[in-house]
C-alpha cells in the first residue's frame, strides 16, 4: 500500500491567508500528521514536498504517478466564506469516491459538522476539473476540511495541534478505506522524537515544542523518560 500526500501550495504559493492562518503551513503540518499515522500501520508514504517549496499541479501529478501510488491525498485549508468541509473526488466514482467518503466520515468524527463529497467535471465536458484528480493514474482526492475566514469553521484548525489532528483524522479514513481498524488506546511503538513531542503538546503537556524537539534531541534521558510516560499514558487511558 503506498500513498502520496499532497500538502497543498507552498514556495511562492500561500494559498488561502486569514486572521494569522497560512494555508501553506497548515497544509504541511496536516500532511505530517497523516503520513505519521499511516507508516505505523505498514503504509509506504511520500509526501510532495517536507518543505516550503513550490511545485506545479502537474509536477505533483507527475511524482505520484513515477512513484506508483495506490491513493493520492491532496490537503487544502478553503476560504471564500463557506462553512463546511469538502472531499472531491473524481467524476468516474469508484473507489476514489470510497475514499473520499471515508475521510468525510472521520473529519465529522473530528467535530466538522457538514462535510461535501463532490466532483467536478472539466469546462470541456469529459474528464475531471481539478488536475491532480486528472492527471493521477490512481484514486484521488481532494480534502479542504474547513473555511478559514470562517471564524466558526476555522476553530477546527486554528492551531498547529489542530492542524495536526486534521491529518490523523484523514489518515484514519485511508486506514478505514483499507479496511484497517484504528484503535484509539491502542500501543504504538515511538520511534520518532516528533511523535513523542506533538503527543506530549497535543495533550496539553508541554506547551514550546520547538524547546522539546532540542531538549529531546540532546538528552537521550529525556527521551526515554518522555517516551515512557507516552507508553504508560496509552496503556492506561489517562
Known amino acids: 500500500m503506498k500513498v502520496f500526500l499532497d500538502a497543498g501550495h507552498g514556495g511562492s504559493d500561500p494559498g488561502a491567508v486569514s486572521g494569522g492562518l497560512v494555508e501553506k503551513n497548515m497544509t504541511l503540518i496536516c500532511a505530517n500528521g497523516a503520513k505519521n499515522l499511516l507508516e505505523k500501520y505498514g503504509i509506504d508514504v511520500k509526501m510532495s514536498r517536507t518543505g516550503d517549496n513550490s511545485f506545479s499541479l502537474y509536477e505533483r501529478a507527475d511524482m505520484a504517478n513515477a512513484w506508483g501510488a495506490d491513493l493520492f491525498v491532496s490537503c487544502h485549508f478553503n476560504a471564500g466564506g463557506g462553512n463546511r468541509g469538502e472531499v472531491i473526488h473524481s467524476v468516474f466514482g469508484g473507489k476514489g469516491q470510497i475514499l473520499a467518503q471515508n475521510i468525510a466520515n472521520e473529519l465529522k468524527n473530528l467535530g466538522q459538522e457538514n462535510v461535501r ?3 467536478k467535471g472539466a469546462t470541456n465536458g469529459s474528464g475531471d476539473y481539478f488536475t491532480v484528480i486528472a492527471k493521477t493514474n490512481m484514486p484521488a482526492v481532494i480534502v479542504e476540511p474547513c473555511f478559514i475566514d470562517n471564524d466558526e469553521d476555522r476553530v477546527l484548525a486554528d492551531t498547529e495541534d489542530k492542524q495536526y489532528l486534521v491529518g490523523v483524522a484523514i489518515a484514519k479514513g485511508i486506514l478505514n478505506f483499507y479496511g484497517l481498524s484504528y484503535a484509539e488506546d491502542e500501543f504504538m511503538e515511538l520511534n520518532e ?8 503538546k497535543i495533550r ?9 524537539l532540542k531538549k529531546l534531541s540532546e538528552d537521550s534521558n529525556a527521551y526515554w523518560l518522555s517516551k515512557k510516560a507516552i507508553d504508560f499514558i496509552r496503556r492506561n487511558g489517562v
Open 204 to 212: 496539553g503537556i508541554i506547551s514550546d515544542t520547538e524547546l522539546w
Open 117 to 119: 463529497i463532490y466532483s
Open 193 to 200: 522524537i516528533n511523535d513523542i513531542v506533538y503527543e506530549l
